[in-house]
C-alpha cells in the first residue's frame, strides 16, 4: 500500500486519563458486569462494571457516566428518561496506575488515572444491549459474586461497598 505524503495519518485523540465506573445494579443488589473485547491469555475472564474516559476535559463525571452507561449497555438515565435522577455520585475516586498495555492511549508521561465511582440503580429484568465494539457478554450476579469476577481490584472494591451506598 502507498500513503501519499501529503495525507497525515490520523491516530486517535489521546484519552483523558479522567474516567468513571459505574455499578450498575438492582434493588436485590444482582450487579450487571460486561465482558471487554480486549480479553486473552493474560486475562481470559476480563469482566467489568462500565467504564468510560471524560470526552474532553469539561464534561463532568456524571455526563461522563450517563453517556458510557448508554454506550456500553444500551440503559438511558440522561434526563427525560425513566431512570433519570437513578445515578448516584458515590463521592469515591480512585488513582491508580494505567496498565501498561493502554500508555500508548495517552499522552506520554501520563501514567495515573482518576476513577470516579457511581452506581445506577435499575429494575430488575432491565434489558442490556452491549456494544460488541467493546464487549462480548454480559451477566447480573450477586454483588459478592461479581466481585470476585471482576477484572480490576477498583471494581471489585466497589461491588463490595454496593451493600452500604445501596441502603
Given at each position: 500500500m502507498r500513503v501519499c505524503p501529503t495525507t497525515p495519518l490520523r491516530r486517535p485523540p489521546l484519552?483523558?486519563?479522567?474516567?468513571?465506573?459505574?455499578?450498575?445494579?438492582?434493588?436485590?443488589?444482582?450487579?450487571?458486569?460486561?465482558?471487554r473485547t480486549e480479553a486473552d491469555a493474560a486475562a481470559p475472564a476480563f469482566w467489568q462494571?462500565?467504564?468510560g474516559?471524560?470526552?474532553?476535559?469539561?464534561?463532568?463525571?456524571?455526563?461522563?457516566?450517563?453517556?458510557e452507561i448508554a454506550e456500553e449497555t444500551g440503559i438511558d438515565c440522561g434526563p427525560g428518561s425513566p431512570l433519570q435522577g437513578s445515578l448516584r455520585d458515590w463521592a469515591l475516586e480512585n488513582v491508580y496506575p494505567i496498565y501498561p498495555r493502554w500508555l500508548h492511549r495517552y499522552a506520554p508521561g501520563v501514567v495515573f488515572n482518576t476513577e470516579h465511582v457511581f452506581g445506577l440503580q435499575v429494575p430488575e429484568g432491565t434489558v442490556v444491549q452491549i456494544n460488541p465494539r467493546e464487549h462480548t457478554a454480559w451477566q447480573w450476579l450477586p454483588f459478592a459474586e461479581a466481585a470476585a469476577l471482576c477484572f480490576s481490584p477498583s471494581n471489585a472494591e466497589a461491588c463490595l461497598l454496593l451493600p452500604?451506598?445501596?441502603a
Open positions: 484519552k483523558i486519563p479522567q474516567s468513571v465506573l459505574v455499578v450498575i445494579h438492582t434493588s436485590s443488589l444482582q450487579v450487571l458486569l460486561i465482558r462494571s462500565v467504564t474516559s471524560k470526552d474532553h476535559p469539561d464534561e463532568t463525571f456524571e455526563a461522563t457516566a450517563v453517556r452500604r451506598f445501596a
